[in-house]
């Protein structure tokens, strides 16, 4: 499939300091240059999709962070800024004093027919959410997206643009975008708001979001779409899973919550009383998962696959790509003839083994001493990528430097330590670990299952003696499922104690 790209390149190698940009004009692959990065004393570097490069040993300097930010418009609340009428995005680091003192001068392209792969389903009419690892494309596939509707099918079509990304900087929108409209959002944490105001006062067929993340945004999406508006729009995570263990984004699939069932019904369904099961109609009638430029996973009944999943069935899941030749191929994921056992599903952090950590601003050797104390074998990630927890401190955590930020960006659960004790630490490692929570001899360990089955027990119990009891301690999210538990039950609940020996106690009023 034939791609036309516009990047503007010109634009942005134009604010860049002489110094900077010659050797950069003279890159062969400058046409594929992912970003500039600019750091107080230290050389500026250049970063294309397969190599980065050091331009000049020359650091920089304050004046080459002026010089930048004198030609580019004004940083807004989430520190990032753009050349107008370009989709170019410049972002600051700043210091503890608000001074910028580091750019990342990212290269952004309009790609013509990159939607191509999934144009039949943004045409349909049907809300679709867009998932994938940061810089992987959703914002381009999102832009493209709208001027195909505004412009091919002729829809009315209105784009919340938060940070400027996908209609570029400036009052006049990028002409990526077509005939589509764009509101932009004074700060980030508004951009729930101008949801709402888009489709109370501009009367759209069609909205457009970038990067939902929040409580209120999934809400205000949920609001629009329950209007009849189609929504197209991405957020934070990898896959439909990410996004159900996602306490902030789950309502975007319907949301999930614990069921107790009856003697019966449990027994007809083979599983114990207390399951997950999906809350309410998704946000979203299809995901689809990038999982690279010409590649995709989709789901064309959310709801259906998050009770697969939830019930550990495989669902009806389509995988799709493009050929050399630009061909789309569709191979639609097999059913098992007899579905599986229906289980509980577990959310990250609740594991039989513990998950891959990277720390980061975390004493290594004192965190090894903690593991060996408990003891625990460390399961330490090499990089980001390949972590499933990241743990660092409240100090670091504050100061959002820019490995903090990609593990957010990437979904990626973080511990915060308010210090470095070896307590903490301790803590941290029985937590992350709740299937070897101690019991009060010190030496049971109680799986999900075990955890949840005592809680009813308890809860039966407190019914006939109306003694208050107290259960064994817990991870956080196991304890929540108690107090559910003791809720559908009619009966009060409230945990104590600290971390690791924080539980649940179960009475009547």
Same mark, same amino acid.
Request: aromatic share 4%.
């Given at each position: 499939m034939q791609k036309v790209t516009n990047n503007d390149l010109d634009a942005l190698l134009s604010i860049l300091p002489t110094h900077i940009r010659k050797p950069l004009n003279q890159q062969k692959d400058i046409t594929d240059l992912l970003e500039v990065v600019l750091d107080l004393g230290r050389p500026p570097e250049a970063r294309f999709p397969n190599r980065e490069i050091i331009l000049n040993p020359q650091e920089i300097i304050q004046e080459d962070i002026d010089y930048?930010?004198?030609?580019?418009?004004?940083? %807004?609340?989430d520190n990032r800024a753009g050349i107008e009428r370009t $989709? =170019?995005?410049?972002?600051?680091? *700043?210091?503890?004093?608000?001074?910028?003192?580091?750019?990342?001068?990212?290269?952004?392209?309009?790609?013509?027919?990159?939607?191509?792969?999934?144009? +039949?389903?943004?045409?349909?009419?049907?809300? !679709?959410?867009? #998932?994938?690892?940061?810089g992987i494309g959703k914002t381009t596939m999102l832009r493209e997206a709208a001027r195909v509707l505004a412009d091919d099918m002729k829809k009315r079509v209105v784009i919340v643009d938060t940070s400027n990304e996908i209609a570029g900087d400036g009052d006049i929108p990028h002409p990526a975008i077509g005939h589509a409209r764009r509101m932009q959002v004074a700060t980030p944490s508004m951009q729930h708001a101008v949801m709402i105001e888009a489709?109370?006062?501009?009367?759209?067929?069609?909205?457009?979001? +970038?990067?939902i993340g929040t409580e209120l945004e999934a809400q205000a999406a949920r609001t629009i779409a329950e209007r009849g508006v189609q929504l197209i729009g991405t957020a934070h995570g990898n896959t439909l899973e990410n996004v159900m263990l996602n306490p902030t984004l789950s309502d975007l699939v319907g949301g999930i919550q614990a069921v107790t069932l009856g003697d019966e019904e449990a027994k007809r369904r083979r599983t114990q009383k207390t /399951?997950?099961?999906?809350?309410?109609?998704?946000?979203?009638d299809i995901v689809v998962e990038i999982q690279d430029r010409y590649r995709v996973a989709v789901h064309h009944d959310v709801a259906q696959a998050v009770d697969d999943t939830l019930r550990s069935q495989l669902s009806a899941t389509e995988t799709r790509w493009l050929d050399q030749n630009g061909k789309i191929s569709i191979k639609k994921q097999e059913l098992a003839k007899e579905p599986k056992e229906p289980v509980l599903i577990e959310p990250l952090g609740v594991q =039989?083994?513990?998950?891959?950590?990277?720390?980061?601003?975390?004493?290594?050797?004192?965190?090894?001493?903690?593991?060996?104390? /408990?003891?625990?074998?460390?399961?330490?990630?090499?990089?980001?990528?390949?972590?499933? #927890?990241?743990?660092t401190s409240k100090s670091y955590y504050r100061?959002?430097?820019?490995?903090?930020? +990609?593990?957010?960006?990437?979904?990626?659960?973080?511990?915060?330590?308010?210090?470095?004790?070896? !307590?903490?630490?301790?803590?941290?490692? $029985?937590?992350?670990?709740?299937?070897?929570?101690? %019991?009060?001899?010190?030496?049971?360990?109680?799986? $999900?299952?075990?955890?949840?089955?005592?809680?009813?027990?308890?809860?039966? *119990?407190?019914?006939?003696?109306?003694?208050?009891?107290?259960?064994?301690?817990?991870?956080?999210?196991? *304890?929540?499922?108690q107090h559910l538990i003791a809720e559908r039950n009619n009966l009060l609940s409230k945990s104590s104690g600290k971390e690791p020996s924080r539980r649940v106690r179960i009475y009547r009023e």
């Open positions: 930048v930010t004198s030609r580019i418009s004004s940083f %807004g609340g $989709l =170019h995005r410049i972002s600051a680091i *700043r210091n503890r004093k608000g001074k910028i003192v580091g750019l990342s001068c990212r290269v952004g392209r309009a790609v013509f027919g990159t939607i191509k792969i999934i144009e +039949d389903l943004v045409q349909s009419g049907k809300s !679709t959410l867009l #998932l994938g690892k940061p489709v109370e006062n501009h009367m759209p067929e069609v909205v457009i979001i +970038d990067e /399951i997950l099961e999906r809350k309410s109609p998704p946000t979203f =039989h083994d513990i998950p891959k950590i990277y720390p980061f601003g975390i004493n290594r050797v004192r965190l090894e001493q903690a593991a060996r104390d /408990i003891p625990i074998t460390l399961n330490i990630a090499d990089s980001l990528n390949e972590a499933e #927890l990241m743990i100061r959002k430097p820019q490995k903090i930020r +990609d593990a957010e960006a990437a979904s990626l659960p973080i511990y915060v330590l308010r210090k470095h004790s070896l !307590t903490q630490l301790k803590q941290m490692l $029985l937590t992350i670990q709740p299937t070897r929570v101690l %019991g009060r001899d010190n030496n049971k360990k109680y799986t $999900l299952d075990a955890a949840l089955k005592e809680a009813e027990e308890a809860a039966s *119990r407190v019914r006939e003696d109306q003694q208050p009891i107290e259960l064994s301690p817990q991870s956080a999210y196991i *304890r929540r499922l």
